[in-house]
């Protein structure tokens, strides 16, 4: 089977290297990593089981590679190639190419052992961040803005530069809170404040992600165990809540995931909130912040040992408040554990 | 004309306004912003121009309101669609849809008054940055390596949060400033070492730019009056400084842009560091920090009042150091004024 791939984490996960501007290409038992001369010192050094060339012209390079193979047929993935790109790869050559969508994603649905230790480390710093915000938070949070908030768990989660994130955090305050993609606004947290924050950072490349909602009080943790003065927040909280625990400890390998979805679902619709749960309940996490599996109400990717997901239901009131609690499962033994 | 956009800050020009999830249709007059349900409050407050339509499905939203206006022909940019999304827009109707590369680019290559206002603001903030970073680095920089480093950059640059950065900064020492996109190492500036920042910050979503190439002496300037103890170093600096400043006075609107390029080129090949100039004079900058012009030896762009683009000559040998000096000018009465 011959393939092309353009994405940098696909291309990683072929060879353990990649740059922002690289083409992987596998032929038969043969690959190449194909980039330009900025990178050859690099590649060289650290792609794995693939032949690296550098060249001006990484297209131009690709189609003689594929013309000296006397290639016919090469699978392609028409999310990650440009118009512009794949008109420029496919004009002038009489090879097929043939399209396959989330090629990478499906190869990485399954993690191996390697992978899933990573992925257990990741969320392990992922959470230990959480813990050293906390007390951030409670020493010289209160009376910052989301702005001013959201630097400070930017600085924690990185260990002031040290990682990547997986994705720029998000810090809400209250209403703030009800937008499932809330950027920063100039609103301040005051004690007692509904908080949410979902973070995560990368650990060799790999992603954790993780949310908790907190009644900000005086000494607060980012655990589960929170209390509301309000008594509707207080009810939506435990739905999600309980949404959160029912899946964790009901989903199993040969599951459909949109069983694993329904589980979240179903008790959040009981409680009269399911008009305000309005996203699904998960996500693959790995090289890619998002990938598969996704939890969702359509899906029929049947859940397997190897896969590691998020478990976050959520509740979003417009204008009021919004609630998400997310963990990363990985599935060992027919069950989720939590990473 | 019609056109469909994809790109946010294509998006932005039209309507001062762009989501991570939008498309903007002209239709003859009309014009139409097409988003999901998570940006309507904002979109509705903020989109100039254009009529704001929320969906679950942007692609299909767009197709219904096509054809409802009868459109025959219309433009779109290969290189802001995927192979999948471009499919699905295209497949299932009589429209043509005619390719029209970099569209937004060049509308947007000459900037207005509005625009050099901005982008000056910018540059002058990304400048001012400088300063608070060599200053953080005198006081505390040495000892520190390039994660570290570049952390405190990211804070200063971005004010600690409040501004947005134009690109994840360089901070490179001695050898690493030989890869033109060094990623941190752990190597550590002790006085004396040669250290290449490249940063830049967004200020009302256009982008600066800006290079400094030193000598890390104890109470060092990010200026150009640079002396390295090593007369390899100091010959090639001198090449890239003299480079750099007669780019600068010698740019003219009217020129094409390989000959601004061969303005640079041709003193760094004359002094024998020719083969260690491994890319283009520079790049034109606003609400992408690539774009028209290009200041590259193939480009036949005229060069025109109103273009603000970097000249960035550099030299880098593999193993030992590199060096750039890169400033932003824009195009005023003929001439180049640095911003």
Redo the contacts between chains.
Sequence with gaps: MNYILKDENALYYECGYSS?NALYLKCGSEAYFVTD??YR??AQEKVRGAKVITTTDLIKSVQKVMKRNKLRKVLFD??????????KLSVKNCIVFK?M?DFSHKKRIIKSDAELKILSKAAKFGKNAFKILEKEFNHSGFGEDE??L??VA??IL?D???YDLSFDPIVAINKSAA???ALPTKSRLRKGDLLLVDAGLKYKRYCSDRTRTVSAKKGFHFDTNQHFKSKKIERAYDAVLKAHDNAIVKARSGMKAKKVDALTRDIISKAGFGRYY?HSTGHGVGLDIHEMPYISSRSDTIIEDGMVYTIEPGIYLPGEFGIRIEDMVAMVNGKAVVL
């Design positions: 922002d001369a900025r010192v690099e028409p999310k990650e190639w440009s118009v512009a790109a794949f008109e399209p969508q702005y001013g959201t630097y930017k600085s990185s002031f530069g040290k937008k499932p993609h309005v």
